[in-house]
């Protein structure tokens, strides 16, 4: 049995669950974004390419996690990390404490911006109407 001060907190526990319930709903919005840009595309192009999207969607993320792993790796460089020090140096500290505190807040507006300009909410029903007489015809 491993002593007790290695076990994880409570309180991170905690934190680590009530982070995967907010993430769940809104990986669930993704997918069903994915869903309608296929209907989309299908009613733009008259080509039915679920699997293609799909695969694409996936390859973007793998692409995405890779570039936001480097660019933290380029970004704990700039503020002076040194993973050999058992002790970071003040600045070091502040600059990962703010990087965590106003990154995800720029994500978000950005995220907010962009889904201002979605305009696909408004026009699917009459993209799925006009794809139901394409398939009876």
């Given at each position: 049995?491993?002593?007790?001060?290695?076990?994880?907190?409570?309180?991170?526990?905690?934190?680590?669950?009530?982070?995967?319930?907010?993430?769940?709903?809104?990986?669930?919005?993704?997918?069903?974004?994915?869903?309608?840009?296929?209907?989309?595309?299908?009613?733009?192009?008259?080509v039915q390419a679920q699997a293609m999207l799909f695969s694409a969607a996936t390859l973007?993320?793998?692409?995405?996690?890779?570039?936001?792993?480097?660019?933290?790796?380029?970004?704990?460089?700039?503020?002076?990390?040194?993973?050999?020090?058992?002790?970071?140096?003040?600045?070091?500290?502040?600059?990962?404490?703010?990087?965590?505190?106003?990154?995800?807040?720029?994500?978000?507006?950005?995220?907010?911006?962009?889904?201002?300009?979605?305009?696909?909410?408004?026009?699917?029903?009459?993209?799925?109407?006009?794809?139901?007489?394409?398939?009876?015809?």
């Amino acid at each position: 049995k491993p002593p007790r001060s290695s076990w994880p907190k409570p309180m991170l526990i905690g934190t680590a669950l009530l982070r995967g319930i907010g993430f769940a709903f809104p990986m669930g919005l993704c997918s069903a974004l994915i869903g309608d840009t296929m209907d989309y595309g299908e009613w733009k192009t008259g080509v039915q390419a679920q699997a293609m999207l799909f695969s694409a969607a996936t390859l973007t993320g793998k692409i995405g996690q890779g570039l936001l792993t480097s660019g933290f790796g380029i970004f704990l460089t700039a503020v002076g990390y040194d993973g050999a020090l058992k002790m970071q140096a003040a600045g070091t500290l502040s600059g990962i404490t703010e990087f965590f505190k106003v990154g995800p807040l720029i994500v978000m507006l950005l995220i907010l911006v962009l889904m201002c300009f979605w305009n696909l909410d408004r026009d699917l029903p009459d993209i799925r109407e006009d794809l139901k007489k394409r398939r009876k015809a």
